[in-house]
């Protein structure tokens, strides 16, 4: 995890892949040029604002990845309305403040068309006033998160607690136990998920043992592991991230928990974080997403879009449904779908369209947005991990209702 961590601008600009045209726009910003010219209509400008440095720089060099390669597909069927697509991509450093900065010179300085990005809540937070209120900008937002989030103009692309927890908290009930303990890191997405998780848990029958916040760089778990074994919890429904997500895991396995038939839950573990331990450590541990890799065995479109990723960018930024590349795969796409239909780009007439848009093929499957909740349906897949690999073990019959806003 440490070497992901301190991932720099130089490895980014390396990874760039198929734009080696990318030019530098200041500290933490790259403008991919739109491939050809248009005398008649300037080229649609699509603003990126990810973490490309920083603790989660693995997961929003992959988002950043995902963007260059679903702008490259569209530009190569001819762009959109006649008009190619330039993307400009800035880091947010996983540092508010400097990512408001780096998000004003996408509205103010590039004038984009369009926002996507921010992986964490308080990201999301801090940047959606400088593009929806003040920057008059349309803004996507890509990953799984605690719900709750309904300002005008804010489309959100990602699970939500209701498609995370409804079906996989009554399976982990039966595959794991009733008793639960909700160990999670202070800030909003643990502390709003906790809420919606404890009445799911309440519902069916299960009960929550303890629920504890620790501070975002806590690496010393032994006091929370102990109350863990004591209380003979049966699953440890986690939302502590890293860099401590992996030392508990860690410790929870040398005391003991996996081997006495305990079972690990975390609704953000993708492909990237099996990587942070050891496969023993975190053997049998649950997740509820979108979209696992393991799909494309019975998947082409999965399969193809996989393929074309690991082309473009081999490495260890993965295309992953925890790190926002799946919701920022579909984000891209259904604004693509409303682009269209709406013939323009303003954010009124794209935001009107956007409202009720649909793809018929994305990762994990089709997607729709629910209209006049501004969030998005889609399909769920619950799966474990087993010698360092994902198994699907449930799926959800339909597209998944966010039952937001």
């Given at each position: ?6 991932l720099?601008?130089r ?6 892949a198929?734009?080696?045209?990318a ?7 790259w403008?991919?040029?739109?491939p050809?010219?248009?005398?008649a209509?300037a080229?649609i ?12 720089a693995?997961a929003?060099n992959?988002?950043?990845?995902v ?5 490259k597909?569209?530009n190569a ?12 991509i ?8 400097v990512?408001?900065?780096?998000v004003?010179?996408?509205i ?9 990005g921010?992986?964490t ?9 400088p ?5 008059k900008?349309?803004y996507?937002?890509p990953?799984?998160y ?5 300002t005008?103009?804010l ?6 607690p209701?498609?995370q927890?409804?079906?996989f ?5 039966k595959?794991g ?17 906790n809420v919606?998780a404890?009445?799911v848990?309440?519902a069916n ?12 760089d ?9 109350r ?9 429904f ?23 038939g305990?079972?690990?839950a ?11 331990n050891q ?5 049998g ?6 979209y696992f890799k393991?799909?494309t ?7 193809k ?5 690991e ?6 930024f993965?295309?992953?449904?925890g790190?926002a ?15 269209k239909e ?9 935001a ?17 947005m ?5 969030h998005?349906k ?18 959800s019959d339909?597209?998944?209702d966010?039952k937001?806003?």
């Amino acid at each position: 995890m440490s070497d992901r961590s301190q991932l720099s601008r130089r490895r980014f600009l390396s990874n760039l892949a198929f734009a080696s045209g990318a030019v530098a726009t200041g500290v933490g910003g790259w403008v991919i040029p739109a491939p050809w010219a248009n005398a008649a209509e300037a080229p649609i400008k699509v603003g990126i604002a990810t973490d490309l440095t920083g603790p989660i720089a693995y997961a929003g060099n992959a988002d950043a990845n995902v963007a260059k390669m679903v702008i490259k597909e569209i530009n190569a069927g001819g762009g959109l309305l006649g008009r190619p697509l330039e993307l400009f991509i800035e880091d947010t450093a996983s540092n508010e403040s400097v990512a408001v900065g780096n998000v004003r010179k996408l509205i103010q300085r590039d004038k984009v068309d369009m926002v996507l990005g921010g992986i964490t809540s308080s990201m999301r937070n801090a940047i959606k006033d400088p593009i929806v209120a003040r920057g008059k900008t349309l803004y996507i937002y890509p990953q799984l998160y605690e719900g709750k989030e309904c300002t005008p103009y804010l489309f959100c692309t990602g699970p939500t607690p209701a498609q995370q927890c409804d079906e996989f908290i009554p399976w982990l009930i039966k595959n794991g136990g009733k008793k639960f303990a909700l160990p999670s890191a202070n800030y909003v997405w643990p502390h709003t998920l906790n809420v919606y998780a404890r009445k799911v848990i309440e519902a069916n029958g299960g009960e929550v043992v303890f629920e504890e916040y620790y501070p975002l760089d806590q690496v010393d778990f032994s006091s929370t592991v102990n109350r863990i074994i004591s209380n003979k919890v049966d699953v440890v429904f986690n939302t502590v991230i890293p860099p401590g997500v992996g030392p508990f895991f860690k410790q929870l396995y040398e005391a003991g928990f996996l081997k006495n038939g305990g079972r690990l839950a975390c609704v953000y573990y993708d492909e990237n974080t099996l990587n942070i331990n050891q496969a023993a450590e975190i053997e049998g541990l649950a997740s509820c997403l979108d979209y696992f890799k393991v799909l494309t065995k019975e998947n082409p479109f999965d399969a193809k879009i996989q393929a074309a990723y690991e082309k473009d960018f081999p490495g260890n930024f993965l295309f992953a449904a925890g790190s926002a590349a799946t919701g920022t795969y579909r984000g891209l796409k259904l604004w693509e779908a409303a682009v269209k239909e709406a013939g323009k780009v303003d954010r009124d007439s794209v935001a009107a369209a956007l409202d009720h848009a649909k793809i018929a093929e994305g990762p994990g499957g089709p997607a729709e947005m629910v209209p006049g909740k501004r969030h998005c349906k889609m399909k769920m897949y619950t799966a474990v991990a087993k010698g360092g690999n994902y198994e699907i073990v449930g799926r959800s019959d339909g597209l998944v209702d966010p039952k937001e806003c």
